[in-house]
T-cell receptor, first 112, second 113 residues
Framework: QKEVEQDPGPLSVPEGAIVSLNCTYS??????FMWYRQYSRKGPELLMY????GNKEDGRFTAQVDKSSKYISLFIRDSQPSDSATYLC????????????FGSGTRLSIRP | EAQVTQNPRYLITVTGKKLTVTCSQN?????MSWYRQDPGLGLRQIYY???????DKGDVPEGYKVSRKEKRNFPLILESPSPNQTSLYFC????????????FGQGTRLTVV
């Protein structure tokens, strides 16, 4: 069993829709949770970062962490074609970047 | 501009021919790492370095070597490449401490025939 599970998609939604992306994990030691966005032919870039359980909002993006269920989510409101990318969840038991485990990524396409 | 630079971007080589992929960052980051990205498997860590002359294995280190002689550079060495090392490789750097944000390079697509 992988430490981090993520539905690979692809997920295709119309512009303006609310998108929900999810990951589950098995290691209860994970405390730091991240979402990276990766455009085609580019390296991943950090989108959201949260510590422990709870919600964090940044513009149209909301990250949720439920440690009791070992489940994290990323919500995108008012989705735009420019949001089309692969979204990778990532998590770590440490505050430093020495051990980050990535999900396999969900490919998202926003239809104009 | 803050960035992580990898070279080359694309490389096709033959089995057994030693190669080096270079990585350089201009942000004075202590921490650097190498990942490979394969379909369905996501990003897997190969090696990481906490600082100059300090390196350690990640999840998939077999067949790879690294060195960290200077803070800004972290080359990935394949002494005897094999076809199962065909992959997309990313170098990343970050500050130590409470920020786990990793800055990634543009990637190196390696094909071993």
């Amino acid at each position: 069993q992988k430490e981090v599970e993520q539905d690979p998609g692809p997920l295709s939604v119309p512009e303006g829709a609310i998108v929900s992306l999810n990951c589950t994990y098995s290691n209860s030691a994970f405390q730091y949770f991240m979402w990276y966005r990766q455009y085609s032919r580019k390296g991943p870039e950090l989108l959201m970062y949260t510590y422990s359980s709870g919600n964090k909002e940044d513009g149209r993006f909301t990250a949720q962490v439920d440690k009791s269920s070992k489940y994290i989510s990323l919500f995108i409101r008012d989705s735009q074609p420019s949001d089309s990318a692969t979204y990778l969840c990532a998590m770590s038991p440490y505050s430093s970047a020495s051990k980050i485990i990535f999900g396999s990524g969900t490919r998202l396409s926003i239809r104009p | 501009e803050a960035q992580v630079t990898q070279n080359p971007r694309y490389l096709i080589t033959v089995t057994g021919k030693k190669l080096t992929v270079t990585c350089s960052q201009n942000m004075n980051h202590e921490y650097m790492s190498w990942y490979r990205q394969d379909p369905g498997l996501g990003l897997r860590q190969i090696y990481y370095s906490m600082n100059v002359e300090v390196t350690d294995k990640g999840d998939v280190p077999e067949g790879y070597k690294v060195s960290r002689k200077e803070k800004r550079n972290f080359p990935l060495i394949l002494e005897s490449p094999s076809p199962n090392q065909t992959s997309l490789y990313f170098c990343a750097s970050s500050l130590q401490g409470t920020n786990t944000e990793a800055f990634f390079g543009q990637g190196t697509r390696l094909t071993v025939v």
